[in-house]
């Protein structure tokens, strides 16, 4: 065992990580349309073995503060462009939440899917290749291309295997997207001419995170950034994407876009705006708080009116990944807040990834998803019943489930930051309590009345192997949420305290046509001898 | 003791088997199980205790492992053993007991049989963690898992429409105090850098902040979270709903769990409630005004579980009253002897409620004394309890509670403990009224109801026997905190007295200013008006529904209009519900109509529109014929040119 730990160690596990599924996308187009048995089941074990491969990341060099794992290639040398991947504590539980979830969707697929199955099992795998590589790419220009390569196979996913208005649903989805991306794009082309005025450019990140732009340059680059990055999350009032792709998504692709497409752009903050604008972040940050406390309340109370379950699920999004962003823009001395918001976005892809399997579950036998259809099916599915009420419980954000740790951790750390904002925002705890419980009680409770609902099926095997892990991931987090804090801490606490020290102006910023780029140099020096990685 | 935990782990370990395997095992074996890991908890409590004697105030941590590491931020699975924790945990694991002992009866023909022991096992887990706990995190743990429990066993017969509703409303209710609990937690971290109850209190007591604005800011906001859990004004709302759960279930909220919680956050952060008299009178009278506010209320009531209900909420009133003029161990004492005397009180009507089929209405009983004669007397002696009849468990309690008020002097308004103690005594005096009223109505009146069809009958003796247990409790609990008058006569020293007070801030003063001779007279005078004042509400409640049956109906006619204030409860549901609930939802549904999906989808699809005309006016120009480019190509060309030119020319 030892020895196989050693040898996945030496190993390009990253890249294995992010292509092996593409690699099995490309297997797939080679195989016969009418074995659709074959292929799910191809699909399936290809993105199990990327889960377990993924698993071998944890026993890699000890610690996340830095970047580990990090493979670099020169690729377009001309302009500065490499392949520069690398996991550290902030996107490591990310990245293993995509692979994690992979599987976890091909099997809820297997039986919702009836059409074109060929093809729906390679644009899953490509998903997965993408958002992978988001989460691990350090080069701007391979981080834009895995960031819009992730808009294709879920906008054919929607467009193709959607329900109702789903060709409206991914168009909006992708026009939104490509808006925030295409401000990115040229922000990202403005950090390479910045990055040139001083010494050969390039889109590094590393590289880029040691040289600081100066704070009126920052601003703007701030904004096209947070553009791109804000409608993903989504931030109120970026957010009305939001509820028709997920609504008219098939199940796998609402719980990709939940679990994982959102977390994108929480990601996005705290990876690239907070390290390369530092100024920038703090000069927001107010105003962004602002928004994320807009984004609870506002989205809690929208979740209360709806009538249509999985409209209500995806909604619910936006309020939680208020919590995110609220914690991410957290500034205080302490890092509690940015650690909480990084966990809340493993938790919240954890329950909403499980709630989204669960109202798929209800819609493969029913067809509707209308709450009004439901009524007393506790006593019809006891077993459904139970991991929905946990999957609820974990969402309202109950302690000793997951949801909690991170909306605490947040809330403490937004508390600090600024107490009137912190304190509307432990609001949203209320209101999350309101419009889950009562959707439950409108799905579960009551005299199960309407004869079609009465002889449904409890959940079959299939369905609680994928669910049951989800549900043990809950009271993991919940209980010993230990483990996965020691990793997000250091890496996270390092970014935030290059932030604060930046922000507080107790370091000189490299300016164009100086020879000294080494701003941030300083700061990294002290706690990295002879740099990163 | 280390193994305290325990105390914590076997309730669990049966909400797992009953949990997993319950709906393939016997009932008996369910039953038995949950009951058995409960006793067991209070058998691990009772050793702690031993040992705790033993080791002469031997208070102490055990630490299990951490929960989470992000110094300064440190919370872990700890425990802490004090004289607090221990009468707490002692009588909620005894209490639970006989409850689900009771309970395996009273559910022996549910079809949730295994669900509704796995929920129970559950409450009283959360329940022991609130109380063991040795920082505010796990103890919030506890706080919102019994709110929980509470929230699963309220709602617990599903199928019917209102428990569910009442589930509902008890966790959105009590989460509203959490709300303001965790601010008040956020406070606490940000101002002394710690959840831990001993790091918390050794900061407090030597960084002097007394009076200070931010400590009764904490003070405030934490008891907003007793508010909600301990059925405060205005936060008790939620409560007498809670009775939609089946009856052991109210037995267990009302006596043992979860409202309970509230007083017992109080006492455990006395350390910091003495340092701030504005926050300790707003405990007092936000008490006292419960106390006779919801005592007002339980006067009409016709429900016998309802009666009861606003009678628990009148007590929390006592309690926190008593936590409010500095004496904490008397409230923790009053917790202590109430948990007997409501949960017998409960589960008798349970009884009640059994052998009449279900009906709750006391209007449609009477004369039950004769079928039921155990449950008689069970009730009887909850009721002479509660009301303060002399040498019974609540008399002693409630007596002592009286007197702190009495005696207490606030600085910012002296005279707060005159009126505190006027509420308190009229409370009592309607508290002895509407329990004999009770008895009356129930127990020994003639029947309302036709006999021959409903047959009531006496309850199964493993439904008799946990509420005799609860009787002699109910009769002897008050003996182990005499007070000082008592104590001095029949040589009984106040065992409960110093054993709590270790625990918590302040408690001695109070009983150590009886010494004195005025002082004495004081508590002569006090313990005089409290007696004459029950045997008045006793004789009133005998005289109107005993001796002259059919006097209400009168009275009904008389006062009319507070008749029918009180009967509906001061028309505080529907003041909530006009005010808060039905507006929200209207707020919710213009929001999710007009804002999000006419005013911000609006905009972007309007957006989109206005880009997609514009390709439509556009589109024209786009033919694909290589001469009309040829000529936009040349005219634009010219245009140049011209422009150029008229630039040069400008020069």
Redesign the interface.
Known sequence: MDAIIQMMANAPLLSIIIFLPLVGAILITLMNPAKSHRIKWFAFWVSIATFLISLFLLAGSGGFEKFSHIEQYTWLPQIGVSYHIGVDGISLWLVLLSTFLLPISILSSFSAIRKREKEYYILLLLMGFALTGTFVALDLVLFFLFWESVLIPMYLLIGIWGSGRRIYAAT?FV??TVVGSFFMLLAIIGLYVYSGSFGPGTFDFIYLRSHIAPPELQTWLFLAFFLAFAIKVPLF?F???LADAHTEAPTAGSVLLAAVLLKMGGYGFIRFCLTLFPDASVWAAPWIMGLAVISII?GA??????TDLKRLIALSSVAHMGFVMLGIFSFANT??GQ?GATIQMVSHGITTGALFLLVGVIYERRHTREIAQFG?L??VMPQYYNVFLITM?ASVG???LNG??GE??I??GA??AD?AL??LA??G??LA??YL??MF?RV????CTKPENQKLLDLNVRELVYLVPLVLLMLWIGL???PY??VI?PAVDRSVRAVMRIASGSVEYARSGEKAATALAQVLSEDTPGGDG | MDYIYLAIALPLLGVLVNGFFGRRMPRKAVGTIASLVILGSFVVSLVAFLGYLAAEGGTHTVTL??????PP?EISYGFLVDGLSLVMALTVSFVSFLIHVYSMGYMADDDGYPRYFTYLNLFVAMMLTLVLADNL?LM??GW??VG?CS?LLI?FW????AP??AG?KA??VN??G??AF??GM??I??LYGTFSFTELRQSVETVALAGHFPLTLIALFLFGGAIGKSAQFPLYVWLPDAMEGPTPVSALIHAATMVTAGVYMVSRMSFLYSMTEVAMLVVACVGAFTAIFAASIALVQNDIKRVLAYSTISQLGYMFLAAGVGAYWIAIFHLFTHAFFKALLFLASGSVIHGMRGEMDMRKMGGLAKYMPHTYWHFLIGAMSISGIPLLAGFFSKDQILFAAFTARPDIWPNAGMVLWIVGVVTALFTAFYMFRQIYLVFLTKPRFDVAEIHPHEAPASMIAPNWVLAIGSVVAGFIGLPALFAGIIHIPNMFQPFVASAVAGGVHVAEAAHGAQELFKEVLTTSISVVVALLGLGLAFYLYQVRYGTTEKLKKAFAAPYRVLLNKYYVDEFYDNTFVQP??V???Q???VV?LGV??GV?NSI?FVIGAVGQVLRPIQTGFIRNYAWYISAGAILLVILLWLGLAAK
């Open positions: 909006k026009l939104y009032p957010h009305t994407w506002y109370l929208v979740c209360a009116a709806q890092s509690i650690v007393g506790a006593s419980l109950l302690p000793a909690f740790v605490f951790l809330l403490l508390f600090r107490w912190g304190g432990t609001f705890v209320v309590a309101v419980l009562t009680r579960f409770h009551g005299e010993y949420p230990k804090l020691s801490k | 492992l951490p929960w989470l590491s992000l931020l995190v919030f743990v919102e898992g929980l929230y709602g599903y199928k019917k429409a569910p509703v509902i966790f959105i989460r509203i959490d709300f965790l601010i956020f406070l971290f940000w929200g939802r707020l919710c549904e929001l999710s109509r999000d911000i989808d972007v989109a």
